[in-house]
């Protein structure tokens, strides 16, 4: 038997919402899997060893914990356009997808909140893997071995645009640049601004996501990862979009714009152009499914 299992990249923090908020975004990796006799196949993935690639090391990991042997998979990719290492989940979309191929194999075993829960222990926080998971915007707290996740309400008039370059940012090195400690100023200000982005997005206020996409954790610390951060964010906001934040740990940024805003991508595309670093920008919106799989 032959299936498709498709999955969406996903944007994590939106600002305050440091590894809390995460949102599914309409750019997907896609799969073919053909079921075989026994054993993991991954194909195509020539360039990362097996024992590096996310997709068979999450099969492997739960065949084993499942003691299953009966029926092996095939992933053969079909679509990739999620990048590696942009502040785009590619890794947690790796992830999720291992999962869900593995629950077929073995019979369908995992409910959906079985995958979450391995999904998260898997990549170490629940922001970017509960929306590949479910999709659209997501709350979520990890706390012993749980993950309790809500869904967050997304005005139908706001689309994301996606700043994408050509380098890198590992997560690893994004995390290293931040402190160890924070001040009651700082902690106080990230939860408020968390609050009313919640509260603004969930109401249509689209006039308050400037002020609720403030932050003081992560982004000011990760701006020298990214070369031409700065000019980026003034250039969407002279565009009329009503937020900027970088898009995970980077490298990539991202600007909240209105669907009417159609002269955004044609105008900041000029712009990206006279920067350095490749970039390229893309016009996406909330994909509100999650993982799926197609016969």
Known sequence: MTYRIRVP???ANLGPGFDALGLALTLYNEFQIEEIASGIEVLGCDEIPLEENLIYTTIQKLFKQYH????????IPHHIDIPLSR???SSAACIAAGIAIANRAMGEPLKLEDMI????ALEGHPDNVVPALVGGMVASVH????VIYSKINIPKNLCFALMIPDFTVSTGEARKVLPEQYSKKDCIYNISRTALLVAAMGNGELEKLRYATGDRIHQSYRTKLIPGLE???QKAQSLRSKAEVISGSGSTLMAMIERDNTSFEQEMNIFLKTMEGGWQIKILENDDKGIQIYA
């Open 231 to 233: 000019e980026i964010f």
């Open 117 to 120: 829960q391995i999904g998260t």
């Open 143 to 146: 706390e012993a071995d749980q």
């Open 68 to 75: 299953h042997e009966k029926q092996g998979v095939r992933v």
């Open 87 to 89: 502040g785009l989940g």
């Open 9 to 11: 990249a996903t944007t």
